[in-house]
């Protein structure tokens, strides 16, 4: 074709600063394409924090929606804008750490047996508190027994499990904080219930 030609960016060429310009102003495409290019930056810094991939593949979602639902906070500009998203994932890695620090928490509620009489009390409200949550867990509905016996009896990880049992990671986590919730109810009713 003879005449003046039409330079078009393509995405692979289209500047950081005018992908984060179309991005703050709501593009949904320019979301797509920020997706695609930054995405695998993001992924790799949560699963070097984390040490786990479903987990960094939770985080790496959290941080784009997070970053579309903040977008009129960006101030675009070619170094800053990968800088932003690091940020958000930072907030994100330390959001996911806390509430494994929270469900270990629960965990060692649940498992922590303290009484101030002698040795022998102590044993017997352990073998009860263990005969309690035993009882308990044999009878939840499924698949939180499964999510439970699991994650407890098998020691396994919340990956494994949502592997083992076909569940989302998601919904195994839940699974684990209301049986333990309900368990921490239970348990607290027995030891303080009365004598």
Same mark, same amino acid.
């Given at each position: 074709?003879?005449?003046?030609?039409?330079?078009?960016?393509?995405?692979?060429?289209?500047?950081?600063?005018?992908?984060?310009?179309?991005?703050?102003?709501?593009?949904?495409? !320019?979301?797509?394409?920020?997706?695609?290019?930054?995405?695998?930056?993001?992924?790799?810094?949560?699963?070097?924090?984390?040490?786990?991939?479903?987990?960094?593949?939770?985080?790496?979602?959290?941080?784009?929606?997070?970053?579309?639902?903040?977008?009129?906070?960006?101030?675009?500009?070619?170094?800053?804008?990968?800088?932003?998203?690091?940020?958000?994932?930072?907030?994100?890695?330390?959001?996911?750490?806390? !509430?494994?620090?929270?469900?270990?928490?629960?965990?060692?509620?649940?498992?922590?047996?303290?009484?101030?009489?002698?040795?022998?009390?102590?044993?017997?409200?352990?073998?009860?508190?263990?005969?309690?949550?035993?009882?308990?867990?044999?009878?939840?509905?499924?698949?939180?027994?499964?999510?439970?016996?699991?994650?407890?009896?098998?020691?396994?990880?919340?990956?494994?499990?949502?592997?083992?049992?076909?569940?989302?990671?998601?919904?195994?986590?839940?699974?684990?904080?209301?049986?333990?919730?309900?368990?921490?109810?239970?348990?607290?009713?027995?030891?303080?219930?009365?004598?």
């Amino acid at each position: 074709m003879v005449g003046a030609t039409v330079f078009e960016e393509t995405p692979e060429e289209e500047s950081v600063e005018g992908l984060a310009l179309r991005f703050r102003d709501g593009d949904e495409l !320019a979301l797509g394409r920020v997706f695609d290019r930054w995405s695998a930056l993001v992924h790799t810094y949560a699963l070097r924090s984390l040490g786990d991939t479903h987990d960094a593949e939770d985080v790496t979602q959290q941080v784009f929606v997070a970053a579309w639902r903040s977008r009129a906070t960006l101030t675009p500009s070619p170094s800053t804008f990968p800088a932003w998203l690091l940020g958000i994932a930072r907030h994100k890695v330390a959001d996911a750490r806390a !509430a494994r620090a929270r469900d270990a928490r629960k965990v060692h509620a649940v498992a922590a047996v303290t009484t101030p009489d002698d040795a022998v009390a102590a044993d017997d409200a352990a073998l009860a508190d263990r005969l309690v949550v035993r009882q308990l867990v044999d009878e939840m509905d499924e698949p939180r027994r499964t999510v439970l016996l699991l994650a407890f009896w098998g020691d396994q990880p919340h990956s494994d499990i949502a592997a083992t049992t076909g569940l989302p990671l998601g919904t195994v986590k839940s699974h684990l904080r209301r049986g333990l919730a309900q368990l921490h109810r239970v348990l607290e009713e027995v030891r303080h219930g009365p004598r």
